[in-house]
């Protein structure tokens, strides 16, 4: 509506808004006014009240109209006929396409031509109202700018943070080309370590089959000479009160412990130069040396029953010799543990009854 409204006045309307004017759509020439005195009291909320702002009013006048005095001001546009605006007594020509501004407290009455219908066009002018829109306008223009500032303000913030994170990324880009490099280099080492490991596997099976052939060789002469001793123990009276039912002794080999028992065998692994002591009162029966490990085998006799200690690298006893409980006999041996291929030092122990057919568990001579 102030649309229509502005461009009405923009192509009719040049005179100052102060004064009462009226133009026709041709040109700017001034009409003749005449005066016409006031009549009868002016009348007001015909054209303006709370229910007419913001519309566009159409009026139509077929004889002279009361006068009308509003509290705010108005554009009438004359649509159709002709006849006469009557402002604050001066009288002023109007035909179709005509403008009029009426101020505040400005008396407008309207006289059709005799025998015409004047057709109007009426549309409230609310200061109070344009004030709110521009004070609105105005403000939201303030909260743009404001906002506008923030989002410039977050914008730049944004972009140093990105490229600070750009940066970084670059930065860890390269550490991890550094460690992509790193790690091509160690899987390359990895894979000839693998080669020389397959192939040294190869070598250890060799060596592997070598040990355990001399390990079954050894305990093959082990169950030859146990066979041989029995022979030798009858009658033996040097630790004759050792039995099955002897139990709490210490083990063979001083600060060692057991690796595993097999019936009755038992692997005891110790220091280097541990001690190896009788488990009991005996008397050694014999002393063998393995010409090819250039380790000692001694085996002690308690009564009937022989104890055997193999794998000895030192001894300090003598064949006839007898031995108390817990003496020593020598020191243990170093052996290539088949498993790894490392050296260790470990004692294999043994005990045999008299009767071959007799079933003795190494692991009860050691039991609290």
């Known amino acids: 509506m102030h649309k229509k409204l502005l461009i009405y006045k923009q192509k009719y309307c040049r005179l100052p808004v102060c004064k009462p004017y009226c133009y026709h759509e041709w040109g700017l020439s001034t009409l003749k006014r005449k005066n016409r005195p006031l009549c009868e009291t002016p009348r007001s909320g015909y054209f303006c009240g709370p229910d ?10 077929s004889e002279e109209l009361f006068p009308v005095m509003e509290v705010d001001s108005y554009f009438v546009l004359v649509r ?41 066009w009426v549309a409230a002018f609310d200061y109070q109202l344009l004030s709110y829109y521009m004070f609105n306008q105005i403000t939201n223009l303030r909260e743009v700018a404001s906002m506008r500032e923030r989002k410039l303000h977050d914008i730049a913030a944004l972009s140093e943070q990105v490229a600070r994170e750009k940066e970084l990324l670059d930065r860890r880009k390269r550490s991890l080309d550094s460690v992509t490099q790193n790690l091509t280099a160690q899987k390359q080492k990895l894979q000839r370590d693998s080669r020389n490991a397959r192939a040294n596997i190869r070598q250890m099976s060799q060596k592997e089959k070598q040990a355990l052939q001399r390990k079954l060789s050894q305990e093959q002469q082990l169950d030859v000479a146990i066979s041989e001793l029995r022979k ?36 005891i692994a110790g220091p280097k130069g541990a001690h190896v002591i009788s488990i009991y009162d005996g008397k050694v029966v014999e002393i063998k040396r393995n010409r090819i490990t250039n380790k000692y085998d001694v085996f002690v006799a308690h009564g009937e029953y022989i104890t055997s200690y193999a794998n000895m690298g030192s001894i300090c006893v003598e064949k006839g010799q007898k031995v108390a409980r817990n003496e020593q006999l020598g020191t243990i041996g170093s052996s290539v543990n088949i498993m790894t291929m490392e050296t260790e030092y470990k004692l294999v122990f043994g005990i045999y009854p008299p009767n071959p057919g007799e079933k003795l568990r190494a692991e009860n001579c050691f039991k609290r």
């Open 52 to 61: 007419k702002y913001l519309r566009l009013q159409e009026h139509t006048i």
């Open 232 to 267: 030798l123990t009858k009658g033996n009276t040097e630790g004759a009160s050792f039995s099955t039912k002897t139990t709490g002794l210490r083990l063979p080999v001083t600060a060692g412990s057991v690796k595993r028992y097999k019936e009755n065998m038992a692997e």
């Open 80 to 120: 159709s006929g002709s006849g006469s605006f009557i402002i604050n007594g001066e009288e002023f020509p109007v035909q179709a396409g005509c403008v009029a501004w009426i101020q505040c407290s400005q008396v407008l009455t309207i006289c059709p031509e005799f025998g015409e219908t004047l057709t109007l």
